[in-house]
């Protein structure tokens, strides 16, 4: 019998630590309470901690904006392993394509997905629809690749609010954002916002401030949603942290469709760093 992806990968994150390849190895380790959670290996001896299971839902890719920075003055910053799925890995992708993160200081660990638990112990809806399996982007990669067909993207989730008419759409996304309470979870598990000052959190009024009234968190969400247009992942995170249960991967989704029908963009998926923005022309000239 084979090594379980749990065995090989504490062995390789015993390897990095030991060699000084990494300072530290983002993970999941058991909870405490139920499933899995994040945790930080900065010792070989501690790496039994690690495993890997379908309890694994978090995006760990948004943890490297924190290890950006030198630990101390003169310090370099960080060496880094992290563990990621393929909608993770497309987002470490991202933020590798807008030069968020510096290429020589991550070791991605990729593993194979079958997918992960949704809060109801069944297949999350995310991983339903997806067919990837193997990350786009990895320096090792853990696990044999399942055999999947490829299908046609499944938009079907979408179909609810679509087939509703103006008036009646515009008053269920009215009716879903007067639920915010701009607690701004979804903007924090985002690997794709990282902006040091949110616009959305100012409080000078030039954007939008910071007041709870509906116009403001319907603008909040609008603008967010925009923002990653062309970057989303669809790794469902800002969704699934929601604790207002706001249904905000289809608003992601109804973007991620247009930008693919409009430009052949899917965030991350190619190996070539192309962020939609940002591409530019055979002479030079923006797209």
Same mark, same amino acid.
């Given at each position: 019998?084979?090594?379980?992806?749990?065995?090989?990968?504490?062995?390789?994150?015993?390897?990095?630590?030991?060699?000084?390849? +990494?300072?530290?190895?983002?993970?999941?380790?058991?909870?405490?309470?139920?499933?899995?959670? $994040? *945790?930080?290996?900065?010792?070989?001896?501690?790496?039994?901690?690690?495993?890997?299971? #379908?309890?694994?839902?978090?995006?760990?890719?948004?943890?490297?904006?924190?290890?950006?920075?030198? $630990?101390?003055?003169?310090?370099?910053?960080?060496?880094?392993?992290?563990?990621?799925?393929?909608?993770?890995?497309?987002?470490?992708?991202?933020?590798?394509?807008?030069? #968020?993160?510096?290429?020589?200081?991550?070791?991605?660990?990729?593993?194979?997905?079958?997918?992960?638990?949704?809060?109801?112990?069944?297949?999350?809806?995310?991983?339903?629809?997806?067919?990837?399996? *193997? $990350?786009?982007?990895?320096?090792?990669?853990?696990?044999?690749?399942? #055999?999947?067909?490829?299908?046609?993207?499944?938009?079907?989730?979408?179909?609810?609010?679509?087939? &509703?008419?103006?008036?009646?759409?515009?008053?269920?996304?009215?009716?879903?954002?007067?639920?915010?309470?701009?607690?701004?979870?979804?903007? #924090? +598990?985002?690997?794709?916002?990282?902006?040091?000052?949110?616009?959305?959190?100012?409080?000078?009024?030039?954007? +939008?401030?910071?007041?709870?009234?509906? $116009?403001?968190?319907?603008?909040?969400?609008?603008?967010?949603?925009?923002?990653?247009?062309?970057?989303?992942?669809?790794?469902?995170?800002?969704?699934?942290?929601?604790? &207002?249960?706001?249904?905000?991967?289809?608003?992601?989704?109804?973007?991620?469709?247009?930008?693919?029908?409009?430009?052949?963009?899917?965030?991350?998926?190619?190996?070539?760093?192309?962020?939609?923005?940002?591409?530019?022309?055979?002479?030079?000239?923006?797209?």
């Amino acid at each position: 019998m084979g090594r379980s992806l749990t065995q090989q990968l504490r062995e390789q994150a015993r390897q990095l630590l030991e060699s000084g390849q +990494v300072d530290c190895v983002i993970g999941y380790e058991a909870s405490p309470r139920v499933g899995a959670r $994040p *945790v930080f290996i900065y010792k070989p001896e501690e790496v039994n901690r690690l495993v890997w299971n #379908q309890d694994c839902v978090y995006n760990l890719v948004n943890y490297l904006h924190d290890k950006k920075k030198p $630990p101390k003055r003169g310090a370099e910053p960080p060496r880094v392993a992290v563990v990621v799925k393929p909608c993770d890995s497309r987002a470490l992708n991202v933020l590798l394509a807008e030069r #968020q993160i510096e290429r020589e200081r991550i070791f991605a660990i990729g593993v194979t997905c079958e997918g992960v638990r949704g809060k109801d112990g069944e297949l999350a809806a995310r991983c339903s629809r997806c067919t990837e399996r *193997v $990350p786009p982007v990895y320096d090792v990669l853990l696990g044999e690749p399942p #055999q999947v067909e490829p299908e046609a993207d499944d938009w079907s989730d979408l179909a609810r609010v679509e087939e &509703m008419e103006p008036a009646e759409r515009r008053a269920f996304w009215l009716h879903e954002f007067d639920r915010c309470i701009r607690c701004y979870a979804c903007r #924090q +598990v985002c690997p794709g916002c990282y902006c040091t000052t949110c616009m959305f959190e100012r409080d000078d009024g030039l954007w +939008v401030n910071i007041g709870i009234d509906l $116009p403001e968190k319907a603008i909040f969400h609008l603008g967010r949603a925009l923002h990653l247009a062309g970057r989303c992942v669809e790794c469902n995170e800002c969704e699934r942290v929601c604790p &207002m249960g706001l249904p905000l991967s289809l608003l992601n989704r109804l973007l991620v469709r247009e930008v693919e029908a409009l430009y052949n963009h899917r965030a991350g998926r190619e190996e070539t760093l192309t962020p939609l923005l940002f591409e530019l022309g055979e002479e030079g000239s923006p797209l």
